[in-house]
């Protein structure tokens, strides 16, 4: 949420005072072991990273698996949005299970933000400023360099992401050998097959360019829409 809806009416400070605020917690916590940092358009604290080992140590937490199936459609959404399933699908080489768009969709990392003007109209998909959040981006521009984002490899080490190789190798040959055996309904490719698609938020025209950009402090502008945000907090 905007940092201005923390406050009544009568109270709300300035874009001004805010970032001065923010400035003076950035000083504040200089050289401690939490420190604010911008992520996802917004704020957050977190521990420094040069705790984690000791924090792991402390508290023993598995890290979030994810298949490579999985990891492998986010990074295309990533580095070619707004994409359709077909594209997906064709870089990819294989099908794209309607459970991992789902799976993308629940965690809120990648949303519909419009249909390709084509037969069918199939939806275009994007990332969101939870997806930065999450892997701990400004923005799309700090994504690695990848030419090829089916180099999954190259993504897990940069990103510090753990992902169970084998458990999706294991539903993927399943949803292949699924689709193998069962004749497509039409030729034309739809968004996804969800029942409840009544109740998501309406399709919004396509476009081309999907940035989310982070807020920087010197800039000073008066407008709410443009005030930062408060990001949901991570621990190690």
């Not at 629940?106 to 930065?132: I, M």
Request: no cysteine; proline share 8%.
């Amino acid at each position: 949420m905007h940092l201005q809806q923390l406050f009544p009416q009568a109270k709300k400070p300035s874009r001004e005072e805010i970032l001065a605020a923010i400035a003076v917690l950035l000083d504040e916590y200089e050289g401690r072991g939490v420190e604010l940092i911008q992520a996802g358009g917004g704020y957050r604290f977190q521990t420094r990273p040069v705790y984690a080992d000791w924090l792991r140590r402390l508290r023993e937490l598995r890290p979030p698996r994810y298949s490579r199936a999985l990891l492998e459609t986010l990074a295309i959404i990533a580095y070619r949005q707004p994409v359709t399933r077909g594209d997906i699908e064709e870089i990819r080489g294989v099908t794209v299970t309607t459970e991992i768009m789902r799976a993308l969709l629940d965690r809120e990392w990648v949303r519909q933000t419009g249909v390709r003007a084509v037969p069918g109209h199939p939806a275009l998909y994007s990332t969101t400023p939870k997806f930065l959040a999450y892997f701990g981006l400004k923005s799309l521009d700090e994504l690695p360099e990848l030419e090829d984002p089916r180099r999954i490899a190259d993504i897990v080490q940069d990103l510090n992401i753990d992902l169970d190789w084998e458990e999706d190798e294991r539903r993927e040959e399943a949803a292949n050998d699924q689709a193998a055996s069962t004749p497509p309904l039409d030729t034309g490719e739809s968004p996804i097959d969800i029942e409840d698609s009544a109740d998501r938020e309406p399709l919004q025209t396509p476009h081309t360019d999907v940035e989310v950009a982070a807020l920087p402090l010197p800039d000073v502008q008066t407008a709410e829409d443009d005030m930062p945000k408060v990001a949901a907090p991570t621990g190690e």
